[in-house]
Each structure stands twice: as C-alpha cells, then as structure tokens.
C-alpha cells in the first residue's frame, strides 16, 4: 500500500486505464435525499488528486438535488478484470467554477451540446424533444466555442474513509481501510 489512499488509488486506476476493458472510470455514487431514500448511480470519475474524487453532472440532476440537502457521499470503484474495488466515503462540495469550465473545454463538441440540450432526472415526453432541444443547441453554438451551461458542473468528493478490496483465494480477500482523523491518514487490515 502507499502512504495515502489517494496515492493508492491513482495507482490502482492507472493499473484499471491499462487492462480494464470497459470503462475503467466508471464509479458508483450512492446519495441520500430529504427522505433518508438512498439512491445509486454510475458516473464517470474525471479527477483525483489529494483533495478527492470529481465527477461531473447536471445540476438539476437527482443527484445534485440529494447532495444539496446531504452532501454525505459513498463511492465505488470495482474492476473485475483486476479483482478489485475501492469504496470511497466522504463529503461532496461543488467544484469551482474555473475547475469546471476547463473541464466542459475539454469535453468532445456534441458532449458539450447534449449537456446544453439535456434535462437531466425530468420527465421526456419522447425521444424526438431531446433530439429537437440536441438540434436547437446545435445550431444556436454552431460556430466557436460552447460555454459551459449555469446548470452544469462538478462535485469533489472529499474522503474521509477509503477501503482496498483485493479478491484472495479461497475469498480470503485483503482488505485495507483508510480512515482521516485530525487531519491525517492511518490505516488497518480488515477480516474478509
């Protein structure tokens, strides 16, 4: 293990980037809202560094509604093809708006459309509104750059627990938990 779950997990996901066939960024993210209703979905981790895990999103997403009445977050990474997973849990805080333009910039042209042409989490009376919205936007940025929609834009997931999970034989697996105390990591093995 390194000497912070952070540097472990960019490992972990540089070793994912090179032999997870499928999406290695995928990420589960668990949300409560009001109601105490739990909710799972999977996004796309588009940043890590040692202030924490980003991801993307509409802000009028269910998502985004839930971690504004909570911003009590857990997240998991599973690669099945290294036998591994990393759950992540923590505090989710919005991006700032400079992190969140650079990345819209970066972000393929009709991706950049959809996210304009998207209600993300509302009702779609049928396929051919959202193609008509894709159209309309389409042709109101059809030359320059798109700017990134008031609507849209990231949340760090701060951790302060962080568990390894490495499958082992006979499901003895290894187990590692990260725990942030006062400002500092310490870690301990956990049965299987």
Same mark, same amino acid.
């Not at 472990?8 to 070793?15: I, N, R």
């Not at 990345?103 to 042409?117: E, H, K, L, N, V």
């Not at 993300?120 to 929609?149: C, H, I, M, N, W």
């Given at each position: 293990m390194s000497s912070s779950p952070i540097a472990q997990l =960019?490992?972990?996901?540089?070793?994912?980037? =090179?032999?997870?066939?499928?999406?290695?960024?995928?990420?589960?993210?668990?949300?409560?809202?009001?109601?105490?209703?739990?909710?799972?979905?999977?996004?796309?981790?588009?940043?890590?560094?040692?202030?924490g895990l980003v991801f993307y999103t509409n802000l009028g997403s269910r998502k985004a509604a839930d971690l504004r009445v909570n911003p009590r977050v857990a997240c998991c990474l599973h690669w099945k093809s290294l036998a591994r997973q990393v759950r992540v849990e923590g505090q989710a805080e919005l991006v700032?708006?400079?992190e969140a333009d650079a990345y819209f910039a970066s972000r393929p042209r009709d991706s950049q459309i959809?996210?304009?042409?998207?209600?993300?989490?509302?009702?779609?009376?049928?396929? &051919?509104?959202?193609?008509?919205?894709?159209?309309r936007y389409a042709a109101t940025y059809l030359v320059g750059a798109v700017p990134r929609p008031p609507f849209w834009s990231g949340f760090r997931v701060v951790p302060?627990?962080?568990?390894?999970?490495?499958?082992?034989? &006979?499901r003895l697996h290894e187990r590692t938990n990260w725990v942030?105390?006062?400002?500092?990591?310490?870690?301990?093995k956990l049965f299987p």
């Amino acid at each position: 293990m390194s000497s912070s779950p952070i540097a472990q997990l =960019a490992a972990w996901l540089k070793e994912a980037e =090179a032999r997870e066939p499928s999406e290695p960024a995928a990420m589960s993210v668990a949300t409560v809202d009001e109601h105490g209703q739990p909710s799972l979905r999977m996004v796309l981790l588009r940043g890590l560094d040692e202030r924490g895990l980003v991801f993307y999103t509409n802000l009028g997403s269910r998502k985004a509604a839930d971690l504004r009445v909570n911003p009590r977050v857990a997240c998991c990474l599973h690669w099945k093809s290294l036998a591994r997973q990393v759950r992540v849990e923590g505090q989710a805080e919005l991006v700032s708006d400079a992190e969140a333009d650079a990345y819209f910039a970066s972000r393929p042209r009709d991706s950049q459309i959809g996210a304009w042409a998207s209600k993300q989490s509302q009702p779609l009376a049928g396929r &051919f509104d959202l193609e008509k919205r894709v159209a309309r936007y389409a042709a109101t940025y059809l030359v320059g750059a798109v700017p990134r929609p008031p609507f849209w834009s990231g949340f760090r997931v701060v951790p302060n627990r962080v568990e390894f999970w490495e499958e082992g034989h &006979f499901r003895l697996h290894e187990r590692t938990n990260w725990v942030l105390d006062d400002g500092a990591w310490s870690s301990h093995k956990l049965f299987p």
